[in-house]
């Protein structure tokens, strides 16, 4: 199973190599969707796991263990996609790149799979037809 | 012999359905293996079209008179203010007026509904005269209910527009989109090869009087667009390098067709409204057959830092480029994107071409051309106001 995490790694922390443990201890492939470092704030790190349920719970315990904050995203981007004229002005900021238009025909497609939710296309999207849907 | 051809020999053919009518892009293909007088032989016609946000839009309306008579000073329409300063029940429904309450929501929200069919909430108030004692009113109002609603658009159909990116330090959020800091993207806004005015850039073919297709109805030129600027840099091909000459158009909105028309909101900037223009451009003889077979990497336009209030020119950049994805600028790769739909803009340019190919349409010469030799003014701020 897929799932999506943001990781808070406290300041402390960059002493274990927590990806590497992940991957070898619990058979988790680890897609980093996005990662930001503040020298106030610690870690951030928004990732995909994808592996066993029972690993993926292990895991995450593992991570909780070490002081590491693990908060479940459930957060996903809802297109009306029927209402689209295909402009494109949402591709400038779409830079995960689930946002694409160009040739043949320049019409826009959108790939659920390549977004990290960072929520620039509900502002440059020019008809609002971008919205977040929390929830399962 | 070279080819000459009269507008009434090219309508003649329109009627019978013996014209050939191709679009700008399939032109331009074609320029790979003709030549213009080979082109200028085979094609009477050629499609260009747009569909971009155009903030200098709007339409006029005439309510009716409600009995007693109401001299309607002060006008909303779902609550957006609309111009009220046209007598007693006429008004201007500016494409860019925004609801108070709602900058997300204005007038061209107001114009698509309509287009649309819908219902809109009219309230009107006035100071009560003689001749109109009445002096407020609410009611709801239908394309269909009112006297007559036409769009008169000021300015569209910009002949090549400028590429907008960011070099600053901070998000910008402007009328060309959201412009990433530090160079991380750019915009532009034009259909290349396809598009109106960079097909015919002297403008022999268009001018006061030309029948286009506005939204999906059959509307005209009728002034150059304000802004109108002749006197821009071209480039080897004879095509502007930057924003230049601009359209003045009407046609009647209660013939327009919703998927050409839409309103429009930019993040922190607000709303505008989405106009879909086509253009026929008769090919008359072998000059206009060349400007018709102009391809993206021949026509160039200007990169602009949005970033800078003072909005220095970065560079240049062509069609075919902008269109592959991403530009250098600074000896950096760009990102771009597109504000005009060119999907949209296909879409109008094959609906102009079927007009055309069933008689539905016909062409129209000019009743003036366009002036020549014109710049644009900025405004000069007197009288020591800051």
């Not at chain 1, 928004?46 to 066993?52: P, S």
Request: some cysteine; hydrophobic content about 40%.
């Amino acid at each position: 199973m897929k799932k999506r995490f943001v990781f808070n790694f406290p300041l402390n922390s960059a002493d274990e190599p927590v990806t590497y443990v992940l991957i070898k201890e619990y058979d988790l492939k680890i897609n980093i969707l996005k990662a930001a470092i503040s020298p106030e704030k610690g870690g951030e790190l928004l990732v995909e796991l994808d592996g066993t349920a029972e690993n993926l719970a292990r895991g995450l315990d593992y991570l909780k263990n070490r002081g590491v904050g693990v908060d479940a995203v459930d957060k996903k981007i809802l297109f009306r996609k029927d209402e689209c004229i295909h402009c494109g002005a949402c591709t400038a900021t779409c830079f995960p790149g689930a946002l694409t238009i160009g040739t043949p025909g320049w019409e826009l497609a959108f790939d659920a799979e390549k977004c990290v939710v960072c929520e620039m296309c509900l502002k440059s999207c020019p008809l609002k037809l971008f919205a977040i849907s929390f929830g399962h | 012999m070279p080819v000459k051809r009269s507008y009434e020999e090219i309508n003649e053919k329109l009627k019978k359905g013996t014209a050939v009518v191709l679009t700008a892009e399939e032109v331009s293909k074609m320029a790979a293996e003709l030549t213009p007088a080979e082109i200028a032989k085979k094609v009477d016609v050629v499609t260009t079209a747009t569909f971009g946000p155009m903030c200098s839009s709007g339409a006029f309306i005439n309510f009716g008179h409600p009995s007693p008579g109401l001299r309607m000073e002060e006008i909303t329409l779902n609550g957006v203010p609309v111009y009220g300063g046209v007598a007693a029940v006429d008004a201007y429904i500016g494409a860019t007026s925004e609801h108070p309450q709602n900058p997300n929501y204005g007038g061209g929200h107001i114009i698509e509904e309509l287009v649309q069919g819908k219902e809109i909430v009219l309230k009107a108030r006035g100071k009560g005269t003689d001749c109109y004692p009445r002096k407020e009113l609410e009611t709801v109002i239908t394309k269909n209910s009112v006297n007559e609603i036409f769009l008169f658009n000021p300015r569209n159909a910009y002949q090549n527009y400028a590429v907008a990116t960011n070099s600053s330090k901070a998000v910008k959020y402007t009328y060309m989109g959201v412009l990433l800091p530090e160079l991380t993207n750019a915009t532009y806004s034009t259909s290349g090869e396809l598009s109106p005015l960079l097909n015919d850039p002297d403008m022999r073919t268009v001018g006061v009087g030309t029948k286009i297709f506005l939204c999906g109805a059959q509307g005209f030129v009728v002034w150059p667009g304000t802004q109108f600027n002749t006197s821009k840099l071209k480039n080897d091909k004879g095509i502007p390098k930057s924003n230049a000459a601009t359209l003045a158009v009407l046609g009647d909105l209660k013939a327009m067709d919703p998927r050409f028309i839409k309103g429009a909101v930019y993040e922190k900037y607000g709303v505008s409204l989405f106009v879909g223009i086509g253009i026929p451009i008769p090919i008359l003889d072998e000059d206009l057959a060349a400007r018709c077979a102009i391809r993206n990497h021949e026509i160039e336009t200007t990169i602009f830092d949005y970033g800078d209030p003072s909005r220095p020119m970065l560079g240049s950049a062509n069609y075919r480029d902008l269109q592959s994805g991403e530009i250098a600028i600074r000896g950096r790769t760009v990102k771009t994107a597109p504000l005009s739909s060119l999907k949209k803009a296909r879409e109008i340019a094959l609906e102009l071409q079927s007009w055309l190919r069933k008689g539905e349409f016909s062409l129209t010469a000019p009743v003036a051309s366009f002036p020549t030799g014109t710049t644009v003014k900025g405004l000069e701020i007197k009288g020591g106001a800051k």
